[in-house]
């Protein structure tokens, strides 16, 4: 349960990050034992390019520490929402976090909030907004396929985020999002390929006092008419952004030092 709040000392049951390097890192559940393929009970031994882990010896280590293998060594780490993304297994497309960090932005959302998401799909985006809005905040978070609803929900208990998010199994663009949540919303997030089948079903969720609604869409025929919708429906202030991302490399040049004394003698000029 290491997402749900800072720890030192990794327990039995945390979810931790194998650090192998930038590009090779694993989720591991903390415990002795594990069932195999065959549904054989055996130890719970993790296998690296660097060789084998006890992943029960990590219990009673700090996180960060640094960790020996057969043939080198690793770190671990406890979980983040941004490291999650890196990591999580996809079963569908994902939002990464250059698009998450301004999606919460634009939201405006705090500890406190209360916030639609759909779809859940695997689950990135939501432990982003979990942490935005905990621990007074909740997300309702909606995906009408049972077995994606059914793997997240495993996840966020095993993540210890129960208490702040209700999942549920719904197409939201036929049914909409409830009457328990008529009015009660301060922001609400469509991840959909026809989000303005979902917008009328927004609108009555929302806060009377107002909130934001946020879609995120591939391709601009589908903000184009997502936006005209908008517009029928009454909203205001519409806003369409594309978040662009470039990396820069720093590289070190050992440069001569130049000999500059000859010219601070005079030299003279003469013309035949």
């Known amino acids: 349960m290491s997402f749900k709040k800072i720890k030192e000392v990794i327990e039995d049951g945390d979810i931790v990050i194998l650090y192998l390097n930038p590009n090779n890192m694993h989720p591991l559940e903390v415990k002795a034992k594990i069932s195999n393929k065959k549904g054989k009970i055996i130890d719970n031994m993790f296998n690296t390019a660097y060789g084998a882990l006890r992943v029960v010896?990590?219990?009673?280590?700090?996180?960060?520490?640094?960790?020996?293998?057969?043939?080198?060594?690793?770190?671990?780490?406890?979980?983040?929402?941004?490291?999650?993304t890196l990591i999580l297994p996809h079963r569908t497309q994902i939002i990464y976090s250059p698009d998450i960090s301004f999606i919460i932005h634009l939201m405006e959302l705090r500890p406190g909030s209360i916030v639609i998401e759909t779809g859940t799909g695997s689950g990135s985006l939501s432990h982003s907004l979990i942490r935005a809005i905990r621990p007074s905040g909740h997300l309702y978070t909606f995906d009408f396929h049972e077995q994606r609803v059914s793997i997240a929900s495993t996840?966020?208990?095993?993540?210890?985020?129960?208490?702040?998010?209700?999942l549920k199994e719904k197409d939201v663009c036929l049914e909409g999002f409830g009457d328990e949540l008529k009015h009660k919303v301060d922001a609400?997030?469509?991840?959909?390929?026809?989000?303005?089948?979902?917008?009328?079903?927004?609108?009555?969720?929302?806060?009377?006092t107002g909130g934001k609604l946020c879609f995120f869409s591939p391709c601009i025929e589908q903000v184009q008419r997502t936006c005209t919708k908008l517009i029928c429906e009454g909203f205001?202030?519409?806003?369409?952004?594309?978040?662009?991302?470039?990396?820069?490399?720093?590289?070190?040049?050992?440069?001569?030092?130049?000999?500059?004394?000859?010219?601070?003698?005079?030299?003279?000029?003469?013309?035949?």
């Open 57 to 84: 010896s990590l219990i009673g280590q700090k996180y960060g520490s640094k960790v020996e293998l057969t043939r080198g060594w690793a770190y671990v780490l406890q979980p983040t929402p941004e490291l999650w």
């Open 155 to 166: 996840e966020f208990e095993k993540h210890g985020l129960n208490d702040f998010v209700t």
């Open 188 to 208: 609400v997030f469509l991840d959909l390929p026809h989000p303005w089948l979902a917008i009328e079903h927004a609108t009555v969720a929302l806060k009377k």
């Open 236 to 272: 205001i202030e519409l806003h369409t952004y594309e978040c662009l991302q470039r990396e820069m490399n720093v590289q070190y040049k050992v440069l001569p030092i130049l000999d500059l004394e000859c010219l601070k003698q005079k030299v003279g000029i003469f013309y035949h």
